[in-house]
């Protein structure tokens, strides 16, 4: 009987032992799945940071426009006036000009006046002496 004894000894041990085993790989935790979490953790953060270069270009766009709009407001005020000096030189120009033609048409007008009279004297004289011969 005692070899009965040593084999059922042995069987509980080595039921024990894999009871054992089977207890520890129980115990053992499942590694978590890491890489969808940071694939997404990566693609969550280069959105934010794609977000945030897009942003700060807006941002830089938006500056260099408004400096643009005001350069742009700047020149055309020195267009503008640079355009307003020229249309007063031209004003002062016609100006001159239609004072000259005035000049030139009272000229014009007081020599005609000036010839005229000068024919009418020449054709009284000369009905005069055309008179005096005739009577």
């Known amino acids: 009987m ?18 054992s085993k089977k207890a520890v790989a ?3 935790a499942v590694p978590k799945k ?10 969550a953060n280069s959105k934010k940071a794609l977000y945030k270069k ?17 350069a742009a407001k700047e020149e055309l005020k020195l267009v ?7 249309i007063n030189l031209l004003n002062e120009k016609l100006k001159a000009a239609l004072k000259r033609e005035q000049a030139l048409l009272k000229m014009g007008e007081k020599k005609a006046k000036m010839m005229l009279a000068a024919g009418q004297k020449w054709e009284k004289k000369q ?3 055309i008179k005096n011969l005739a009577g």
């Open 2 to 19: 005692p070899s009965i004894k040593k084999s059922a000894v042995k069987k509980k041990t080595a039921t024990k032992k894999t009871a």
């Open 34 to 43: 890491t890489r969808p979490i940071t694939k997404g953790k990566a693609a």
């Open 26 to 28: 129980g115990k053992k």
């Open 127 to 129: 009905i005069a002496r």
């Open 80 to 86: 503008n006036q640079v355009a307003k000096d020229q």
């Open 54 to 70: 897009i942003k700060e270009d807006l941002k830089a766009t938006r500056s260099t426009l408004k400096n643009a709009k005001a």
